[in-house]
């Protein structure tokens, strides 16, 4: 694209919920097309969206500027870009005091809003630059000169102009005020999205969050569709009686050398006994487990997986991550609240050992890389379940123990689905609350956008008719934008720092919490960890018939002590009599279950594994059911692919089967195996 050099400085995402029109991604990915020396996505008072931001910017090859829109509540708004690591220090400690303002204050609409003062944004300046938009003053002079006393020769005034038919006028009145206050002008555009085409969906935003219909709130819309991304020769035409004001832009981002690449988490050192380092004491922790474990003797086998993940942890540095685990479930027993890890980490001897998981893995074929890889280098995931009226008590105790500035959850976009879309877009458009019921009824729960016609004619309408086009056409646009930061489900991050100097923090809805701005694949991108503490309704069930049976003068059981293979048990599962039994108790599962006819635990852990898309989808339930009914020959190729899918009679159903057999039958390492995992799975991850 033609043009003079230009950056773009004042840039609302679809992170300022409900105001801006494209995702960060599409802003980033059209300014780098249209050639501009940056971008900055200044949304307002957040920086939720900026890891998706920086993520494509690098894809992409162009120069993002980290910055945010803020608006004090005694003085002029102002955008404030991101010059160093300090800079980025202070908006975060800024806007995580702004929400706890709001919170202090409370009122309704309290969630979301960030309350800051004029020596707010002064106390926390350093590292920051600012630009003052002038269209927004009512006394600019003054105004710009109240910030100038801040910000100094780190202050511009921005022109912002959109084809409203008073341009001319109003940029000569920009220079004259920029002129009197002695703060000089650059360019801005206001953007609010990407491309014109996406001016509709913005006004319906709009009137979403005003809760009123497109047609009666006009006078609050955008005038036209200018407010997007322009060609570099339109932003000269349109400055061209501002000298230097385009030129300005690129100096600003030029200042701006700050990129979250920068940003180093450092995980809180865990609580070691003097004289040991956490290496050695997670060492110590592990081998005495496992003589805990293994009274009669540690299996040679389970010695080397110890032994080899130990080796892995201590070079890749998550020492204190396992031994603030460790303490966490420690914390719980102590307590008594019922826990126990899953998922990936129930591939490592060393959780089993520490007590975080029951695998015993003298039973199992574990693969560690599968939790934790030396080629993947990202951080290991570690989920615990707590009975689910007491995992609050576990949450405290994180945050007592690291102090509120160093932990808070993990947030969670809550993001548009095809229902909440339709009801949103069609209320905006001015359809009744009957016919957007009806509509919403008509949609199925895997209905995809693509669908919508078919059920607005079910729903009576015509779907080939303007209005039905037009919502059709909106939808599809707003699908899978960001609605709100809601809370991850147990997420927790802690950090040796404030976590502040990190990333925002901000009350959460519910009393004693707080959360960050990101989520959990913004956290996944940085390398910053978290620790998964989640509830889980039958772990309380079963500390209640604990209690009953020690009650009924019965043995005081734990989740180690159950007696194991009870058949009376999996003759009542062989019926299909499991409502209420957790993994087992949904229709497909019950449906199942008399075909299988589970006779040990491992048969049940073939079942959860069976009724699932991977399983289903590559047609493997039907051949191990015929070979586990003697209708089928059991054959394999070679003993090494024996070993890996005796177990399942020669059929993989597992996830850790498809990684052994990568090793054994195509020499991949586990490492690479892995990544044959996740790339297996990438139709759940695009661009993976």
């Not at 615990?384 to 976009?413: K, N, P, S």
Request: charged share 25%; glycine share 8%; net charge negative.
């Amino acid at each position: 694209m033609s043009g003079p050099a230009y950056a773009e400085l004042h840039c609302t995402s679809n992170f300022s919920f409900l105001q801006g029109g494209s995702h960060p991604e599409e802003l980033v990915q059209a300014a780098a097309a249209l050639g501009y020396e940056a971008i900055a996505i200044t949304d307002h008072a957040t920086l939720a969206g900026i890891v998706r931001a920086h993520g494509a910017a690098k894809q992409a090859g162009i120069r993002l500027v980290v910055g945010c829109r803020l608006e004090p509540c005694d003085a002029a708004p102002l955008v404030v870009w991101v010059r160093d690591r300090t800079g980025y220090a202070n908006l975060c400690r800024l806007l995580t005091r702004g929400y706890a303002r709001a919170a202090e204050e409370g009122g309704e609409g309290t969630a979301g809003r960030c309350v800051l003062t004029f020596d707010d944004v002064a106390a926390h300046s350093g590292g920051l630059l600012a630009g003052v938009p002038l269209a927004a003053l009512a006394d600019p002079v003054e105004q710009l000169a109240h910030w100038r006393s801040v910000f100094d020769d780190r202050l511009w005034s921005l022109a912002e102009v959109a084809l409203e038919g008073d341009d001319d006028d109003r940029l000569r009145e920009f220079a004259r005020v920029a002129r009197l206050a002695g703060v000089p002008i650059a360019a801005a555009g206001d953007v609010r999205y990407h491309e014109r085409a996406r001016l509709a969906l913005a006004d319906v935003l709009t009137a979403v969050r005003l809760g009123s219909t497109v047609d009666a709130i006009r006078g609050e819309l955008l005038t036209n569709g200018e407010r997007h991304l322009q060609e570099r020769w339109r932003i000269a035409e349109r400055f061209a009686s501002l000298p230097g004001a385009l030129e300005r832009t690129v100096e600003i981002a030029a200042q701006c050398r700050f990129s979250l690449d920068e940003l180093r988490y450092e995980y809180p050192e865990a609580c070691v006994p003097a004289g040991r380092t956490a290496r050695e004491h997670l060492a110590h922790l592990a081998w005495k487990g496992a003589a805990r474990r293994y009274p009669d003797g540690v299996p040679e086998k389970v010695r080397e997986l110890v032994a080899h993940e130990l080796a892995l942890v201590a070079e890749l540095g998550y020492e204190a991550y396992f031994l603030t685990v460790f303490d966490i479930v420690r914390f719980a027993r102590r307590r008594g609240i019922l826990c126990q890890g899953r998922g990936s980490a129930a591939n490592s001897a060393v959780c089993y050992c520490l007590g975080i998981t029951s695998v015993d893995p003298a039973r199992m074929n574990v693969l560690f890389e599968r939790f934790v890889s030396r080629e993947r280098r990202e951080a290991p995931d570690i989920d615990i379940d707590f009975e689910h009226d007491r995992r609050e008590e576990v949450l405290q105790y994180i945050y007592a123990t690291y102090g509120r500035m160093r932990a808070a959850m993990t947030a969670e976009v809550i993001s548009y689905r095809l229902r909440s879309a339709v009801r949103d877009v069609a209320k905006a458009l001015g359809f009744s609350l009957d016919r957007v019921d009806r509509i919403a009824e008509a949609l199925d729960v895997g209905d995809g956008v693509e669908d919508l016609p078919t059920r607005l004619a079910e729903a009576g309408l015509d779907p080939a008719g303007a209005a039905c086009t037009r919502l059709a056409a909106l939808v599809g646009q707003l699908v899978g934008f960001p609605r709100h930061l809601g809370q991850h489900v147990g997420g927790m991050v802690m950090t040796r720092g404030d976590l502040c100097d990190l990333v925002p923090i901000q009350p959460a809805t519910m009393d004693g919490r707080t959360i960050v701005q990101w989520d959990k694949n913004d956290l996944d991108e940085l390398g910053i960890l978290k620790v998964d503490c989640l509830a889980l309704g039958m772990l309380s069930a079963i500390h209640r018939a604990f209690d009953l049976v020690a009650g009924a003068g019965g043995q005081r059981l734990t989740l180690a002590t159950v007696p194991a293979e009870d058949p009376a048990v999996y003759e009542m599962i062989s019926r299909a009599d499991t409502v209420g039994v957790f993994q087992i108790e949904s229709r497909a599962q019950m449906s199942m279950l008399p075909r299988l006819k589970p006779r040990c635990f491992y048969d049940l852990v073939i079942e959860v594994a069976i009724v699932r898309p991977g399983p289903i989808q590559g047609d493997m339930v039907h051949p191990y059911l015929r070979r586990r009914a003697g209708e089928d020959t059991i054959t394999y190729p070679n003993d090494a692919i024996r070993e890996v899918l005796e177990k399942t009679l020669g059929v993989p159903l597992f996830q850790e089967q498809a990684m052994r057999l990568a090793v054994v039958a195509a020499g991949f390492t586990p490492g690479e195996a892995d990544q044959l995992r996740r790339a297996m799975g990438a139709w759940r991850r695009p661009g993976l």
